[in-house]
């Protein structure tokens, strides 16, 4: 089964969001709102299909890192969350949720081995 397919993407904590996103918007152009900014991209063997890595600065006292002490998160593209998340449970892998369903896909949080939150994301098939 595969299992990790990409990077989803990159979240991590920031003193002032807003001018994060306006500083990387002037000097690096990226083109942000309020939740980042997502990059688009096509898959390798299917090019008819987009995907997108989504940058995204939060407020520097969020919790929605916890229980990971880390100042950032990563979010992994996978494929068959429901599988996996039954396979890495035989294999003892801390699960924090319940997997949550939305437009864009499918989300489940885990730790890995120094208790870093990690997120897992099944796009949504037009994604």
């Known amino acids: 089964m595969k299992k990790v397919t990409g ?3 990159v979240f991590f904590k920031s003193k002032d969001p807003s001018a994060v996103n306006e500083w990387y918007k002037k000097h690096l152009g990226f083109d942000t709102t309020s939740y980042g900014t997502s990059f688009e991209w096509v898959e ?3 090019h008819s299909k987009i995907g997108v890595t989504q940058w995204n600065p939060f407020k520097e006292d969020t919790s929605y890192f916890e229980p990971s002490a880390k ?3 990563i979010n992994y593209r996978v494929e068959n969350l429901e ?3 039954e396979e890495l449970k035989k294999e003892n892998v ?4 319940n997997i949550e369903t ?3 896909g499918k989300f489940v949080h885990i730790l890995d081995l120094e208790g870093n939150k990690i997120q897992l994301w099944e796009p949504a098939a037009s994604s």
């Open 71 to 73: 100042d950032f998160m």
């Open 94 to 97: 801390t699960i924090l949720d």
């Open 83 to 85: 599988a996996l998340v």
């Open 44 to 46: 390798k063997d299917d």
């Open 7 to 9: 990077i989803g993407g």
């Open 102 to 104: 939305y437009d864009y």
